[in-house]
Nanobody, 135 residues
Framework: QVQLVESGGGSVQAGGSLRLSCAAS????????MGWFRQAPGKEREGVAGIDDDGRTSYADSVKGRFTISKDNAKNTLYLQMNSLKPEDTAMYYC?????????????????????????????WGQGTQVTVSS
């Protein structure tokens, strides 16, 4: 069972940048889809960015062009580079993982199809890291 620990959150002014990290316990990356999610006070948790084992990425419309998801398999670490931050980006940010069924492992682009940015599809969650953007 994968364990996830986020870090890198903080307080910045609008227009600033932050990079979030998610350290994962030892596991083969190609059996999990990884993603970043966020939840603002009083709002539902929403998908922000996802990444396939082959590096394909997907983003919520609200962050396209500003956020970049990436991973370092050698370090078992997922990243979210956030630029041009806006006050509406203020939220608790979570790293999450979806375990692929054996028949889907290593299929190109499979994460986009079977998990995407759907909160309900992700089985494992970190504790979250707070991002606060002031105007």
């Amino acid at each position: 069972q994968v364990q996830l620990v986020e870090s890198g959150g903080g307080s910045v002014q609008a227009g600033g940048s932050l990079r979030l990290s998610c350290a994962a316990s030892e596991y083969p990356y190609n059996t999990y889809c990884m993603g970043w999610f966020r939840q603002a006070p009083g709002k539902e948790r929403e998908g922000v960015a996802g990444i396939d084992d082959d590096g394909r990425t997907s983003y919520a419309d609200s962050v396209k062009g500003r956020f970049t998801i990436s991973k370092d398999n050698a370090k078992n670490t997922l990243y979210l580079q956030m630029n041009s931050l806006k006050p509406e980006d203020t939220a608790m940010y979570y790293c999450a993982a979806h375990k692929l069924s054996p028949q889907y492992v290593s299929l190109p682009g499979v994460c986009t199809v079977v998990a995407g940015l759907s909160v309900q599809e992700y089985n494992y969650w970190g504790q979250g890291t707070q991002v606060t953007v002031s105007s």
